[in-house]
């Protein structure tokens, strides 16, 4: 028996208690933010820039299925998504809360690339 639970994995950290050591150490946010920002294979994201008038604008976060309100000349991420029904749609992954982001749904023509540096 003690064989069997000694082979049992240590419990993953949960992501507040993840969120609660990124706060205090930023090393560990900006590793993780770092990590956001790359595809499956480890490629970066496109950045991509909002365009609009104003400061803000109220994006569809396909993520939390719900409007949330978006940075436009903050740096944003293109996801390599497609939406099979509509072929304007494209998804960008933001920032948008510290540590967690989310994936917004917008228009083909809805964005700026910036490439990369």
């Not at 082979?7 to 956001?36: C, Q």
Request: with cysteine; charged share 30%.
């Amino acid at each position: 028996m003690e064989a069997v639970v000694s082979k049992v994995k240590k419990k993953p950290e949960t992501s507040s208690a993840l969120l609660a050591k990124a706060y205090r150490d930023p090393i560990v946010m900006a590793n993780r933010l770092f990590h956001l920002q790359k595809d499956k294979e480890g490629n970066l994201l496109e950045p991509v820039i909002l365009k609009g008038k104003g400061s803000h604008g109220t994006f569809w976060a396909h993520s939390d299925k719900r409007f949330v309100k978006v940075a436009r000349k903050s740096c944003h991420y293109l996801v390599p998504w497609r939406d099979p029904e509509d072929e304007k749609a494209r998804f960008i992954y933001t920032h948008h809360i510290a540590h967690a982001g989310v994936i917004i749904r917008v228009e083909k023509d809805d964005y700026y690339h910036i490439g990369f540096n």
